[in-house]
C-alpha cells in the first residue's frame, strides 16, 4: 500500500507515539503533520505543515490523504479559559471533519474521552460531547471516535497532583473487574495501535470505541 496518513497532535503523547508506528508502518509512504511547532528529525515520508490550528481552513489545498488521526486535546491547567479551551478540544477536531468531508477523505479517527456526554452538566465532558456529535453530523464514511480512559504515560509537563492521581489510580487497578474493567488506565501505545488497526479493519462496525474495546483492537 501506499497509504498516506493525517495527523493532527503530533507533539503530544498519543499522537507522538502514533506517528513513530506510522513511521515504521510500510503501509504508508506518506504522513502530514498539521502542527503549531515543528518536529525535528523527521525522515522525508514525513511533509509538516506549521501554523495556528485554529485556522485550519487555511491548509485546505494540503489537507489530502486517506486517513485522518485526530490526536487534538487540551487541559483546564494549560487552557484555563473556557472560550480557548473548547476552540481547541471542540473547534479543531471539528474543522478537520469537515475539511475531511469537503476533500473525500474516508476515514476520520478522533480521540475523545470517557464520559463525553452532550447533555452532561461538565464543561470537558459536554465539550468532548458536542465534539462527538457534530463529527459524526459530518457523515464521514468511517468515522471512529476513541473514548479512552485515563491516558498513562510520561508526560512533560505532567504535575506533581496529575502524577500523584496516576499512582493511586494505579494501586487500584485490581479492583476493576467486570462493567469497571473500562476504567482501567490505558497506555498511549495502546490508544495509537487501536486507531491504526481501526483505520485499517474492514470488519469494524462500531464507531464508538470505549477504552476496554480499544485495548481489545490494538491486539
Known amino acids: 500500500m501506499n497509504k498516506t496518513a493525517i495527523i493532527l497532535g503530533a507533539t503530544g503523547l498519543t499522537g507522538g507515539i502514533l506517528l513513530q508506528k506510522l513511521i515504521k508502518d510500510d503501509r504508508y509512504s506518506q504522513i502530514k503533520l498539521f502542527s503549531r511547532s515543528k518536529i525535528e528529525n523527521l525522515p522525508n515520508k514525513v511533509t509538516q505543515f506549521i501554523g495556528d490550528l485554529l485556522k485550519l481552513e487555511q491548509f485546505k489545498t494540503d489537507f489530502t490523504a486517506d486517513e485522518v488521526y485526530c490526536c ?6 494549560k487552557t484555563p479559559d473556557k472560550i480557548l479551551y473548547k476552540q481547541v478540544d471542540y473547534g479543531i477536531p471539528l474543522t478537520a471533519a469537515k475539511l475531511s468531508k469537503d476533500n473525500n477523505i474516508s476515514t476520520f479517527l478522533v480521540v475523545s474521552a470517557m464520559g463525553a456526554n452532550v447533555k452532561s452538566s461538565v464543561f470537558y465532558n459536554k465539550t468532548k460531547g458536542e465534539m462527538e456529535r457534530d463529527v459524526f453530523q459530518q457523515n464521514i464514511k468511517n468515522t471512529f471516535v476513541l473514548r479512552p480512559s485515563l491516558i498513562g504515560g510520561k508526560r512533560e509537563e505532567q504535575r506533581t497532583l496529575e502524577k500523584i492521581g496516576l499512582a493511586v489510580f494505579k494501586v487500584i487497578q485490581p479492583l ?5 474493567k473500562t476504567y482501567k488506565i490505558i497506555e498511549p501505545e495502546t490508544i495509537s495501535q487501536g486507531m491504526i488497526n481501526l483505520a485499517n479493519s474492514s470488519s469494524q462496525t462500531e464507531s464508538i470505541i470505549t477504552s476496554h474495546n480499544i485495548k481489545t483492537l490494538s491486539k
Open 176 to 180: 476493576f473487574v467486570g462493567p469497571l
Open 72 to 77: 487534538i486535546g487540551t487541559t483546564s491547567s
